[in-house]
């Protein structure tokens, strides 16, 4: 159960797009489309931003995309925010019925 | 409007035990699976535990396996973290979420944060 590998930081401007990877294995990302993202603001609650690779949940901005390639999946964000600035953080179900979240990824707009 | 409330978490010596209680409002808590996850400070989340809508699958992270016990009360709309055997490791705050589909967490607590310390 080792925590999937995500980049620790990742900055953009104002009005740039970010691309945070999540590295795992056959045995999670995959094997299976049951990826989701999660966004953290110091001090708060994750909120779920993408599920199942690439869906949205209802209210969250379309500027947030998500998809998946082998044992990789990707968040992108475009028309950076100053409200984007926080951590990001991607799940992915395993084959031992289990949740493995990765290591996190500090975003930054300069 | 969904609603979880996390409680029970505190100071605790190393070896001791610890129990948390989640209340859920706003859906119909027997209706999903429920699960457990952590965040140590300054470090990144750690999911804990799952557990299926009538309590009879249960899954856990291998560092907690035989030491936390999740479980569940439909009729008190409650979930549960039983926690032996604390480590200072097991320092975090917890948070509960539903578990709206699979690796999607779709509503969160607020945290009840744990300590272990002598």
């Known amino acids: 159960q080792s925590a999937l590998t995500q980049p620790a930081s990742v900055s953009g401007s104002p009005g740039q797009s970010i691309t945070i990877s999540c590295t795992g294995t056959?045995?999670?990302?995959?094997?299976?489309?049951?990826v989701s993202w999660y966004q953290q603001h110091p001090g708060k609650a994750p909120k779920l931003m993408i599920y199942d690779v690439s869906n949205r949940p209802s209210g969250v901005s379309n500027r947030f995309s998500g998809s998946k390639s082998g044992n990789t999946a990707s968040l992108s964000i475009s028309g950076l925010q100053a409200e984007d600035e926080a951590d990001y953080y991607c799940t992915s179900y395993t084959s031992s019925n289990t949740y493995v979240f990765g290591t996190g990824t500090k975003v930054t707009v300069l | 409007e969904v609603q979880l409330v996390e409680s029970g978490g505190g100071l605790v010596q190393p070896g001791g035990s610890l129990r948390l209680s989640c209340a859920a409002s706003?859906?119909?808590?027997?209706?999903?699976?429920m699960s457990w996850v952590r965040q140590a400070p300054g470090k990144g989340l750690e999911w804990v535990a799952n557990?299926?809508?009538?309590?009879?699958?249960?899954y856990y992270v291998d560092s907690v396996k035989g030491r936390f016990t999740i479980s569940r009360d439909n009729a008190k709309n409650s979930l549960y973290l039983q926690m032996n055997s604390l480590r200072a490791e097991d320092t975090a705050v917890y948070y509960c979420a539903r578990v709206g589909g699979a690796a999607r967490l779709d509503y969160w607590g607020q945290g009840t944060l744990v300590t272990v310390s002598s």
């Open positions: 056959s045995s999670d990302v995959g094997g299976y489309k049951f």
């Open positions: 557990i299926k809508q009538d309590g009879s699958a249960k």
């Open positions: 706003g859906f119909t808590f027997s209706s999903y699976w």
